[in-house]
Nanobody, 126 residues
C-alpha cells in the first residue's frame, strides 16, 4: 500500500512556471506507475501525464504536451510535474495517483489507479 501527498500548488501567472510534487510513503514506490490528473470545477477528472516505474516511459495529454514535464526520483519516493507556460485553462485541482505495475509501462486510464492523493489547487491567472 502507498500513501500520496501532493504539494506545490498555488497561484501562478500565465506564462510562468510551477512545480508540483507527489511524495509517497512505502519502500516499494519504484514498483508503481504514477500519473497526474486534474479536475476543474464542474468537469470530470482528466488525465494529464504519466510515468513508468523506471522513468523510461512518459505520456502526456495533448493539452499539456510540450509545456508540462513529469519526472520521478525513486530514491526520494517523489514524482514531479513541472508546469511551464501554464494557461488559465490549466486551473484545476491536481491529483497524483499510483498503481503497482508488473511491467515498466505508463497508465493513462483513471480507473486503473488504486491510490490517490488529496489534491493540490493550481490557479493560473491571465
Amino acid at each position: 500500500q502507498v500513501q500520496l501527498v501532493e504539494s506545490g500548488g498555488g497561484l501562478v501567472q500565465a506564462g510562468g512556471s510551477l512545480r508540483l510534487s507527489c511524495a509517497a510513503s512505502g519502500r516499494t514506490f519504484s514498483m508503481y506507475a504514477v500519473g497526474w490528473f486534474r479536475q476543474a470545477p464542474g468537469k470530470e477528472r482528466e488525465f494529464v501525464a504519466a510515468i513508468s516505474r523506471s522513468s523510461s516511459n512518459t505520456y502526456y495529454a495533448d493539452s499539456v504536451k510540450g509545456r508540462f514535464t513529469i519526472s520521478r526520483d525513486n530514491a526520494k519516493n517523489t514524482v514531479y510535474l513541472q508546469m511551464n507556460s501554464p494557461k488559465p485553462e490549466d486551473t484545476a485541482v491536481y491529483y497524483c495517483a499510483a498503481d503497482r505495475a508488473t511491467w515498466d509501462v505508463v497508465i493513462a486510464i483513471r480507473r486503473e489507479y488504486d491510490y490517490w492523493g488529496q489534491g493540490t489547487q493550481v490557479t493560473v491567472s491571465s
